[in-house]
Each structure stands twice: as structure tokens, then as C-alpha cells.
Nanobody
């Protein structure tokens, strides 16, 4: 599975951006797809995830209500719509896909811990 992000940009606070992640290869072996972000010198943090096929979405509390994760299964693309952006949203954003298809009660937690995911190269979002 290969992931390529796009859509990062510099925007003013209160603005919106939509990030895209083109997925190459089958996502049949991934139970979750989603987005992480990382500020220089800090750990990568999961912000949004979607169960493959779109049957559930999960958000980190600071972005809930402002960000929306979605999947277009026809084009194998994951999106992150970011609204009402804040300065603290500034980060490198990474697309991720889990390396397991098995669903358990810990799947979302495991995904957000980032220990067993495929990763993209990242796209920079700067809010000022």
C-alpha cells in the first residue's frame, strides 16, 4: 500500500483546507484509514480515522466538529476537510492505513497509536 498526500497550504485562521490522500494498492488488508499530524519536535498524533468502507469515523477531541474524514472508494482516495482552522492546527499532516484487517475493540486506539500503519510522506499545513 502506498499513500500520497496533497492539498497542504498556508491559510489564515478561520479558513478551510481539504487534504487528499491517493491510495495505491488494495485497502482490503486495512481496517482503518486516516490522518495524523506532527509538529517539529513532538510526537505524531492521530486526528481522524475512518473505518474502511466508511462505516464509522473517529476524531481526536481538538478537531471534532471542525474536521471531516471521508473515503471515496471509487477513486481510492481519503480526504480530510478542515474547517475553522486554528494556528494550533499548523503541522505536517500524514495519511495512514492500518496493516491489519481484523477489527477488535482496540482497533481505533491501536491505529491512533500509530504502531502498525502504512504512512505517506506528509503535506504541510500552516495556519497564521
Amino acid at each position: 500500500v502506498q499513500l500520497v498526500e496533497s492539498g497542504g497550504d498556508s491559510v489564515q485562521a478561520g479558513g478551510s483546507l481539504r487534504l487528499s490522500c491517493a491510495v495505491s494498492g488494495s485497502t482490503a488488508g486495512s481496517n482503518l484509514l486516516g490522518w495524523f499530524r506532527q509538529v517539529a519536535g513532538k510526537e505524531r498524533v492521530g486526528v481522524a480515522a475512518i473505518r474502511t468502507g466508511g462505516s464509522g469515523t473517529y476524531y481526536d477531541p481538538p478537531v471534532k466538529g471542525r474536521f471531516l474524514v471521508s473515503q471515496d472508494t471509487t477513486t481510492n482516495t481519503i480526504y480530510l476537510q478542515m474547517n475553522n482552522l486554528k494556528v494550533e492546527d499548523t503541522a505536517m499532516y500524514y495519511c495512514a492505513a492500518s496493516r491489519t484487517a481484523t477489527w477488535t475493540q482496540w482497533s481505533v486506539d491501536d491505529f491512533f497509536k500509530g504502531r502498525n500503519n502504512y504512512w505517506g510522506q506528509g503535506t504541510q499545513v500552516t495556519v497564521s
